[in-house]
């Protein structure tokens, strides 16, 4: 096989692979939003049946020989070069798991987050606890299959932060933690009163549209290259070119939920759309990492979306929707928005408090990968540290191991991931102002352009060239560094609260 015959296998191969990955988003998504719970299990099955067929593609020994040709080729590329590391890393990672394990998991959590979703709406554990265990034994037996060094954790981060370890995030969470208990502290102490939310039913026809007018400002094309519905848990799908879709949630007594939850999905579909879709046929219109992702989603949620400028510029289009909030300033709105209050809900925290949230299940997830923990023991040890880490503790298990929807779906090592978009967002943020001085002045005129546009040349349009650390660099000069998201937040949060 010739250099150019097992480029083009690679490149062909991989198409193959990313159809079938198509054809299983659509049926997950489908699970998700509109599929009747009779279909569940029959569905599931064919989920199931199609990820045997993926996972055989990505075992086929030819790709090894295809790997074989081109081992000693030394002018390759960087783009045909990163094709070949994908394959490397994924062939070795993929033949070393069974077809019937693959099946397995698939199915597990197909099922899985039918049933998390059915013992949410009930509040009762004990109907999600054995597909939980089914879960977790699976991803352990995977982590088995595949190998690693150290910590059993460290196979789950690596399936989303690439050489993200145990070792490293216990040396970042650590003074993350203490800086964030630092402010929390010092807001308490804080004699500012935040007005409270207006009351009214926010009906959803009304929040749809605040939810289409504010996805049209940031940059998402939901008109002709994705869509918006509504879930339980709200997600981003990328189904293929030209369709990117996400799902929110609307509390009809909650407008601050669905917007920004919808605001956050914006964040991650608008990468989607803007990937380095030409580079498709090397596997490089994906991002590098979900940590990278992330700080997509977050950056537009808080650093845009709860920022004052961004609020000056479209406060009074809310208030043209929703009247209830005819009696609140813009300055109250915006206290209301950043307040710092411990919370139960992940999803709801505020900036100040969100990463405490990860680092609980951080910890959680740790425990259970190595076998401390049994699932029976998982809702009184969730309880024990929000009451440690917050001083709350939840009045039931909806409210708390069972509030989200990763583990249903064996995503066990993604949670850090959240953080690390803070650390990432942030520091991406000080490299913007600087690059773009008056940027505060255009979001207060209801101008995203230029961030989109910034963020679409220096990050999405990057897709998969460059590992996480490259891209942090390529784009800021130097490595991450935690501080930019303490600074971000100290300077905030000590101006709303007068610290």
């Known amino acids: 096989m010739t250099k150019q015959e097992a480029i083009h296998f690679l490149q ?70 990163k094709l070949v590391d994908f394959f490397k890393d994924s062939f070795e990672k993929n033949t070393k798991i069974p077809e019937s394990l693959q099946r397995d998991l698939t199915v597990a959590t197909s099922k899985g987050g039918q049933y998390w979703k059915q013992a949410k709406e009930k509040q009762d554990y004990s109907i999600f606890k054995p597909y939980l265990q089914k879960v977790i034994d699976l991803v352990i037996k995977q982590a088995e299959c595949v190998g690693y060094e150290g910590h059993i954790y460290n196979a789950c981060l690596d399936d989303f932060e690439k050489g993200m370890t145990v070792e490293e995030l216990d040396r970042i969470f650590p003074p993350l933690r203490d800086g964030l208990v630092k402010l929390l502290n010092q807001i308490k102490e804080s004699r500012v009163c935040i007005k409270l939310h207006p009351s009214g039913e926010f009906d959803k026809a009304r929040q749809e549209k605040l939810t289409n007018q504010v996805l049209d400002m940031m940059g998402y094309d939901y008109h002709e290259a994705g869509r918006i519905d509504e879930t339980e848990h709200p997600f ?111 999803t709801e925290a505020d900036e100040v408090t969100y990463s405490l949230h990860v680092i609980i299940r951080y910890e959680i997830e740790k425990l259970m990968m190595s076998g401390e923990v049994t699932v029976d023991e998982l809702p009184a040890l969730w309880n024990q540290k929000y009451e440690e880490y917050l001083g709350i503790t939840p009045t039931n298990d909806s409210e708390g191991v069972m509030q989200d929807v990763h583990w249903s779906e064996a995503l066990i090592g993604y949670f850090p991931s959240y953080a690390l978009g803070n650390l990432y967002g942030a520091q991406f943020y000080h490299q913007m102002k600087k690059e773009i001085p008056n940027v505060e002045e255009q979001l207060e005129a209801g101008d995203l352009s230029q961030v989109f546009m910034w963020l679409k040349e220096k990050i999405h349009s990057q897709g998969n060239l460059y590992s996480p650390s490259e891209l942090v660099e390529k784009v800021t000069g130097e490595k991450l560094n935690p501080m930019y998201f303490l600074d971000y937040l100290n300077e905030k949060y000590s101006k709303i609260y007068k610290l």
Not at 38 to 48: A, D, N, Q, T
Not at 57 to 67: F, P, S, V, Y
């Open 12 to 81: 062909e191969h991989l198409k193959s692979m990313k159809y079938l990955e198509s054809a299983m988003g659509v049926l997950s998504w489908d699970m998700e939003v509109m599929a009747p719970v009779k279909g569940i299990e029959y569905r599931s099955e064919v989920l199931g049946y199609l990820s045997v067929e993926h996972h055989k593609l990505a075992t086929d020994t030819r790709i090894g020989c295809a790997l074989n040709a081109l081992e000693n080729e030394s002018d390759l590329m960087q783009v045909e070069q």
């Open 236 to 346: 981003t799908t990328s189904l293929g070119i030209g369709d990117t879709r996400i799902t929110t949630h609307y509390y009809e007594d909650n407008l601050e939920s669905g917007l920004f939850s919808s605001i956050h999905e914006g964040g991650h579909a608008i990468y989607d759309q803007n990937m380095p879709h030409e580079l498709s046929d090397y596997g490089l219109d994906e991002a590098p990492s979900m940590g990278i992702h992330e700080s997509q989603s977050r950056f537009y949620e808080n650093i845009i979306g709860r920022s004052l400028p961004f609020w000056k510029g479209y406060y009074k289009k809310l208030q043209e929707l929703f009247p209830e909030y005819g009696w609140t300033t813009l300055e109250e709105f915006y206290g209301m928005i950043n307040a710092v209050k411990p919370s139960l809900i992940r």
